[in-house]
Antibody, heavy 123, light 107 residues
Framework: QVQLVQSGAEVKKPGASVKVSCKAS????????ITWVRQAPGQGLEWMGC????????NYGQKLQHRVTMTTDTSTSTAYMELRSLRSDDTAVYYC????????????????WGQGTLVTVSS | EIVMTQSPATLSVSPGERATLSCRAS??????LGWYQQKPGQAPRLLIY???TRATGIPARFSGSGSGTEFTLTISNLQSEDFTLYYC?????????FGQGTKVEIK
C-alpha cells in the first residue's frame, strides 16, 4: 500500500534551518510528483511547492521561494524539504503528499499524504 | 497569484441535510480545481479533482461542479463524519493556491 512517512518533530531557533524528510513506499517513486503543504496552528493550508522525482524540476510558492529547497533521493524514494532562516511564523505542521497526473499530465490532486511534521521555531 | 475565496467561512447544517460550499477564483482556472477534507489532527484528504471527479473511495454524496471562476462542493445527506473543514485548491497556474477553508458544523 502507498505510504508517505515523514521525519519527526523538530524544535529550532530563529535563523536556523530545518530539513524534513518524506519516505515513500508502495509505488514507483519517479512516476508521481511530491507536494509540500504547511499549516500554522489554527490556520489554513499553505501550498509551499512541489518537485518531480523524475527530473528534479521544482515549483515553489512565491512567499517561500527564497528560503526553501525541495529535493529527492530516488535511490531511497525519499523527498526532502529544507527551510532556511527560520522565523517564529514558520511554526507549523509540514505535510508531504503524492501528486497524481493522468497520461496527458493533467493534475489529479494530491492523493496520499504523510502524517505531518511539526516544526516549532522558538528562541 | 490566483486568489481562492471560499464562502461561507462557517456553514451550519443539520445531519441528513445538504451542504453547499462555494469557492471562487480571482481569474479563470478552467476546471483545474480540487476539494480536500481535513479533520482535526489529520492530514487533508482528496475528495474531488478536475472540479467534478470524485477521488478513489469517496462516497457519492460528495459532488463537485463549476468551471471558470465559480465552483461548488455539495455534500448530500450529511453524516456525522462530514462535519469538519473543507478546502479548495486551484491547479491551473503556479503557485497552486488554497482557499481559506469552510467549516461545516452541526446546526
Amino acid at each position: 500500500q502507498v505510504q508517505l512517512v515523514q521525519s519527526g518533530a523538530e524544535v529550532k531557533k530563529p535563523g536556523a534551518s530545518v530539513k524534513v524528510s518524506c519516505k515513500a513506499s508502495g509505488y514507483t517513486f519517479t512516476s508521481y510528483g511530491i507536494t509540500w503543504v504547511r499549516q500554522a496552528p489554527g490556520q489554513g493550508l499553505e501550498w509551499m511547492g512541489c518537485i518531480s522525482p523524475l527530473n528534479g524540476n521544482t515549483n515553489y510558492g512565491q512567499k517561500l521561494q527564497h528560503r526553501v529547497t525541495m529535493t529527492t533521493d530516488t535511490s531511497t524514494s525519499t523527498a526532502y524539504m529544507e527551510l532556511r532562516s527560520l522565523r517564529s511564523d514558520d511554526t507549523a505542521v509540514y505535510y508531504c503528499a503524492r501528486d497524481q497526473y493522468n497520461s496527458r499530465w493533467a493534475y489529479l490532486g494530491a492523493d496520499y499524504w504523510g502524517q505531518g511534521t511539526l516544526v516549532t521555531v522558538s528562541s | 497569484e490566483i486568489v481562492m475565496t471560499q464562502s461561507p467561512a462557517t456553514l451550519s447544517v443539520s445531519p441528513g441535510e445538504r451542504a453547499t460550499l462555494s469557492c471562487r477564483a480571482s481569474q479563470n482556472i478552467n476546471s483545474n480545481l480540487g476539494w480536500y477534507q481535513q479533520k482535526p489532527g489529520q492530514a487533508p484528504r482528496l475528495l474531488i479533482y478536475g472540479a467534478s471527479t470524485r477521488a478513489t473511495g469517496i462516497p457519492a454524496r460528495f459532488s463537485g461542479s463549476g468551471s471558470g471562476t465559480e465552483f461548488t462542493l455539495t455534500i448530500s445527506n450529511l453524516q456525522s463524519e462530514d462535519f469538519t473543514l473543507y478546502y479548495c485548491q486551484q491547479s491551473n497556474d503556479w503557485p497552486r493556491t488554497f482557499g481559506q477553508g469552510t467549516k461545516v458544523e452541526i446546526k
